[in-house]
């Protein structure tokens, strides 16, 4: 059978041989172009005196400027180009590409690099999607089997005192891990977009209100006092999705505070819209923390590994980027830190 043949391209200059091209061409031009105007001023002009290496140096600026300015836009642009494809890369736009055409064959072959290697990003990132959200069904179901025998097994009277503590650590361990995989479903269909956007107009407050009492049995086990404010808002969003933030940012404050102090919950209304606010009197977060906060499985404070998964402020972040929304977080001048969200 025929091979087809491949349509040949264009062959261009190469980066090397251009720059190469542009500085003999200068030079030649500078030299040549100064050579007959001292002479023509030789024969001519009163202006004679000047020496021919002032001549060199006045046309070499003359010719310079506007070829510099040639040359790097010839050289820089494409680069600029590359750097911002780069750059949105860095964000997690793995399925960017950028045309291959430029006006060097050496470009053109980067570009071309460049598409091949997003393409893989793109395909790996769906893989590892696919394959997390596939595992987290499958591995729900004995999950949750594991939790009801170990709640069948706890309300057993036939229990000796150490029997009961493994059951306890059975169903601890069975209900962190049921959260983690619920954490990795909902990211999973928020990251490829299949979350359900369905909205409805429902009383803000009152659902942080709800959070708050949802929360009490961690804040009454570290006796601590809510100091809670919230204007009345009306507000329209999905739900389920929002009640995720909020139990997220405010059982995090009780977490990382200690025994005894104040967690402080404040939503008002303002020029900016809707904002949220949640303090707390811990340690605060570092600075080098303060850039991975958000990421997924990341744990600033290592001592409460036990008590999370690392993916709760990343489902905050990935719900409210979904809505349009901001989330920040800060220290406070005397201790602890400070989580922002605006609507």
Known sequence: MRRREQPRRKRKLSVGWFISFIVIAELAVILGVSTGI???????SALANLPTTAWVVIIGITIGIPLSIFVNRALLSPIR???????????GAFGIQISTRAPFSDIEDIYRNFNLMTRELAATEILKTDFVSNVSHE???????IEGYAMLLQGSENLSEEEAEYVEKILTNSQRLSELVGNVLLLSRIDNQAIET????????EQIRQSILMLE????????ELDVDLESVEYTGNRSLMLHVWNNLIGNAIKFTPKNTTVTVRLKKCDEGVVFTVEDEGEGISDAAKSHIFDK?????SSHKQEGNGLGLS????????????VSVENLEQRGCRFTVTL
Request: glycine content about 6%.
């Open 38 to 44: 001292s002479y023509f001023l030789t024969q001519f």
């Open 81 to 91: 180009k590359l750097g911002d494809a780069m750059n949105m890369v860095g964000k």
């Open 139 to 145: 591995i729900k179901t004995p999950i949750t089997a």
């Open 198 to 205: 369905a909205s409805e107009v429902y009383s803000l407050d």
């Open 217 to 224: 049995p961690k804040w009454t086990e570290k006796k601590l």
């Open 297 to 301: 499985f990341y744990q600033a404070d």
């Open 315 to 326: 489902l905050v972040k990935r719900i409210l980027d979904t809505i349009g929304a901001s």
